[in-house]
């Protein structure tokens, strides 16, 4: 195998990208983690020719890209046309782990309150067109029904995986929520086996070289289905081994366009690393503590040529960054001028 660190490099768009358009990205990608509200929109555009905080916003406002809880019970985006398709692979996954996290914390929804709630989700939304969770809070005391924090995000979160509720207008620090029936076309019947080939096929473009365990944790699906997807795709993708580890790549593998000294500033659950379960390609596991701990927490980190060297702080106006081995920095200066014209843009 080539270098499998630059062929990542290249296939994530992270150098050399191929789009100018960040719902082509999205769609590229298939699904991008999107934990952190600020940051998800320079995860998308540092993937595209030209940068643009602006042109994000375009595209979300749109409805071109979508937010929402999707799998492992996390945030990501998902472009409109894969919208309802991975919802109809993903949901039923995603409920029953959601259900199974009410349970261990002692939550219990009956489905009278579930009903009653989605409706009033669904009509608040369509109503004002795009609302925070503040919006709802008022809508259901209007009607007569508190309840925590805690419970209402479990609403909110059965309300996405059904595909009632999707993500509204962009903000600048706060998420908000709309009607999908307003935001995303409707679709026919979509065959699940279908829609898992695009999924597994979207996944392996993007990330590769990747393993099945990558895949598995990734997708918050069973191994069965994952095995599956991988079937499906046929001829289209093969093994290579790696240090004793199989990797699935693709037979249209981008392996050129890799450009040495180049620095990434790259934002905290981004899925250069979050997309993989052993990031120790691009990490060394004495610095893991660097990039994210045990309970899920990513930070912000650079990447020099691929590899996870330091990190950095993105909502300062000077650019201010810590390494943990003896990279050279001299041309730091150039991803960080290519973060600030981003958020001008």
Request: proline residues 4%.
């Amino acid at each position: 195998m080539i270098n499998p660190v630059a062929i990542r490099l290249l296939n994530q768009q992270l150098v050399a990208p191929q789009f100018s358009d960040p719902a082509e990205v999205v769609s590229y990608m298939g699904a991008m983690q999107a934990q952190e509200y600020r940051m998800m929109r320079w995860a998308v555009e540092m993937r595209t020719r030209k940068p643009s905080a602006k042109t994000f916003k375009k595209a979300f406002d749109s409805g071109r890209i979508i937010r929402l809880h999707l799998m492992r019970g996390t945030w990501q985006l998902v472009s409109a046309e894969d919208y309802w398709p991975f919802i109809t692979l993903c949901g039923p996954k995603s409920i029953a782990v959601t259900k199974g996290w009410m349970s261990s914390n002692k939550i219990s929804i009956p489905d009278d309150e579930l009903f009653r709630v989605r409706d009033i989700l669904a009509q608040t939304a369509a109503d004002k067109g795009s609302v925070t969770k503040e919006d709802i809070v008022q809508a259901l005391e209007e009607r007569g029904l508190q309840m925590d924090d805690h419970r209402l995000s479990y609403h909110i979160r059965m309300a996405e995986f059904t595909g009632t509720l999707c993500s509204g207008d962009l903000l600048p620090m706060k998420a908000t929520y709309a009607l999908t029936a307003n935001k995303v076309k409707s679709q026919g019947a979509i065959d699940r086996d279908e829609a898992l080939m695009r999924f597994t096929r979207k996944y392996f473009q993007s990330r590769q070289p990747a393993t099945l365990e990558d895949f598995v944790w990734w997708s918050g699906l069973n191994v069965s289905d994952c095995r599956k997807g991988i079937a499906l795709l046929g001829d289209s993708i093969h093994v290579e081994k790696w240090k004793g580890r199989e990797f699935y790549l693709t037979d249209d593998c981008r392996t050129r366009g890799f450009r040495k000294g180049k620095f990434l500033l790259i934002p905290p659950y981004d899925e250069y690393l979050i997309g993989y379960k052993s990031r120790d390609i691009v990490l060394p596991p004495e610095h893991r503590h660097h990039a994210h701990n045990n309970s899920g927490i990513f930070q912000p980190v650079i990447a020099y040529d691929g590899s996870i060297c330091g990190n950095w702080s993105p909502f300062k106006d000077d650019y201010q960054a810590t390494f943990f081995d003896e990279t050279d920095t001299k041309d730091i200066t150039e991803a960080w001028q290519s973060y600030m014209d981003y958020r001008k843009k």
